[in-house]
Every structure is written in structure tokens, then in C-alpha cells.
């Protein structure tokens, strides 16, 4: 993955100020900023979902498993 430094995200920004203007730059950069924040709250919001979801996956394992030792332990007493 290609790493930006310092002096590409200064040519990025001159350019950007010389094609939106600086009146419009400030404008941008705010969209911008409010378009990534409604990025990162979706993904943290599918995250929370994923985790959620495996916790439920594992409540509902450990169930089965306790109900499997019942089982078990009723033959073996049946058994006897």
C-alpha cells in the first residue's frame, strides 16, 4: 500500500486551493470531514453489530454445550 508524505498531501492541498479557490477550500475540506465522520460512525456501527452477533454466537454455543452435559449426564444415570 503506497504511503503519502508530507510533501504529496502539500501538493494536494495547493492544488485543491487553486482549483476550488480559497473561499471554497475551508467550504470542502468541512464536506469532507463530515463525509468521513459518517464513515467511521457506520463502521463502528457495523462493528458493534458484528460483535454483538458473535457474542450471541457464543452465549447460544455455551448453551448447547450445557445442554449436551445434561444429556450425558442422565444416560449415565439411567445406566446405573
Not at 28 to 47: D, E, M, P, R, V
Not at 54 to 70: A, F, L, R, T
Amino acid at each position: 500500500m503506497p504511503q503519502i508524505g508530507w510533501l504529496e498531501i502539500l501538493a494536494i492541498v495547493i492544488i485543491a486551493i487553486l482549483v476550488l479557490g480559497p473561499k471554497e477550500f475551508p467550504v470542502a475540506l468541512k464536506k469532507i470531514g463530515s463525509y468521513f465522520q459518517k464513515f467511521k460512525n457506520t463502521l463502528s456501527n457495523f462493528q458493534r453489530e458484528l460483535n454483538s452477533v458473535n457474542e450471541n454466537i457464543d452465549i447460544e454455543k455455551d448453551i448447547i454445550k450445557q445442554k449436551d452435559n445434561v444429556k450425558k449426564e442422565n444416560k449415565d444415570k439411567d445406566n446405573e
